[in-house]
T-cell receptor, first 114, second 110 residues
Framework: AQSVTQLGSHVSVSEGALVLLRCNYSSSVPPYLFWYVQYPNQGLQLLLKYTSAATLVKGINGFEAEFKKSETSFHLTKPSAHMSDAAEYFCAVSDIQGAQKLVFGQGTRLTINP | SQTIHQWPATLVQPVGSPLSLECTVEGTSNPNLYWYRQAAGRGLQLLFYSVGIGQISSEVPQNLSASRPQDRQFILSSKKLLLSDSGFYLC?????????FGPGTRLTVT
């Protein structure tokens, strides 16, 4: 069975500071990994994905994530936080087999301080 | 390009009333379709998924059911709503693993 753990349900950073959101996964098969962002009362938007190609993945809005197999991690980073980055972020894992179901972490709420 | 629609956007229903939420996808064929529920302050729970017309798989036992009468239409239903059915319901579609989400329906059961 696959699972995802997001460390920290709330993260607060200052505008211009580094953003680091942590995600660890468990999977018995090579995983596909995703980060999604959710703004209040909206659906989820795909930020980036890892699909067994380059281990450093660049996404939209200046975010990137690095797949580290030895650490079973897929942390999300952004060098300089903007006020518009305030949202809920979800890490997810999929085995890309059959129904291609996603297993989500519990989410991390990112707050940006001016 | 592909688009996913959900309606209604918000819904307030009394306990014991029926429910029907609709999701439609445009611009793709034979997608996998999914229904999720997001309770307040919690993550996303997969409720149902479908890999084809009439093919529905349920992830958790509950008061809800789903149907896929057409290739790009996915319906979430209930005969009698419970208070615990309140939440934000999201529909999603996928072709090659990436899932794309609709705008969601906010359901409040009173």
């Amino acid at each position: 069975a696959q699972s995802v753990t997001q460390l920290g349900s709330h993260v607060s950073v200052s505008e211009g500071a580094l953003v680091l959101l942590r995600c660890n996964y468990s999977s018995s098969v090579p995983p596909y990994l995703f980060w999604y962002v959710q703004y209040p009362n909206q659906g989820l938007q795909l930020l980036l994905k890892y699909t067994s190609a380059a281990t450093l993945v660049k996404g939209i809005n200046g975010f990137e994530a690095e797949f580290k197999k030895s650490e079973t991690s897929f942390h999300l980073t952004k060098p300089s936080a903007h006020m518009s980055d305030a949202a809920e972020y979800f890490c997810a894992v999929s085995d890309i087999q059959g129904a291609q179901k996603l297993v989500f972490g519990q989410g991390t709420r990112l707050t940006i301080n001016p | 390009s592909q688009t996913i629609h959900q309606w209604p956007a918000t819904l307030v229903q009394p306990v014991g009333s029926p429910l029907s939420l609709e999701c439609t996808v445009e611009g793709t064929s034979n997608p996998n379709l999914y229904w999720y529920r997001q309770a307040a302050g919690r993550g996303l729970q997969l409720l149902f998924y479908s890999v084809g017309i009439g093919q529905i798989s349920s992830e958790v036992p509950q008061n809800l059911s789903a149907s896929r009468p057409q290739d790009r239409q996915f319906i979430l239903s209930s005969k009698k709503l419970l208070l615990s059915d309140s939440g934000f319901y999201l529909c999603a579609w996928s072709i090659i693993g990436e899932q794309y989400f609709g705008p969601g329906t906010r359901l409040t059961v009173t």
